[in-house]
C-alpha cells in the first residue's frame, strides 16, 4: 500500500511540474533558470516547515494542492485568451 502511495506522489509531482515548466514562457533555458531559483528557494522552505508542521501528510497535501491550483488557474487562463 505504501508503495502505490508513493507512486501516485511522484506522478502527481512530476505532472506538476512539467505543467509548470511548459507553460511558464516559450523559452526553455529562462524555464530552467526560474526553476532552478524557485527550486533553491523551496528547499530551505520546505525544511522549515517540516519542522514547524509535525503531520507531514498535511504539508504535503498542502504542497500538492497549491501548485495543482496555480495549473489549473495557467490552464484557464491560457484557455480563455484563444
Known amino acids: 500500500m505504501v508503495l502505490l502511495k508513493l507512486a501516485v506522489a511522484w506522478f502527481a509531482a512530476s505532472m506538476l511540474y512539467y505543467g509548470i515548466m511548459f507553460s511558464a514562457s516559450a523559452d526553455i533555458l529562462f524555464n530552467n533558470f526560474i526553476y532552478g531559483v524557485l527550486s533553491t528557494l523551496a ?30 488557474v495557467m490552464a484557464l487562463m491560457a484557455h480563455s485568451s484563444v
Open 43 to 72: 528547499a530551505p522552505a520546505t525544511v522549515l516547515l517540516m519542522a514547524r508542521f509535525k503531520n507531514r501528510r498535511t504539508l504535503l497535501a498542502g504542497m500538492y494542492v497549491i501548485p495543482a491550483l496555480a495549473v489549473l
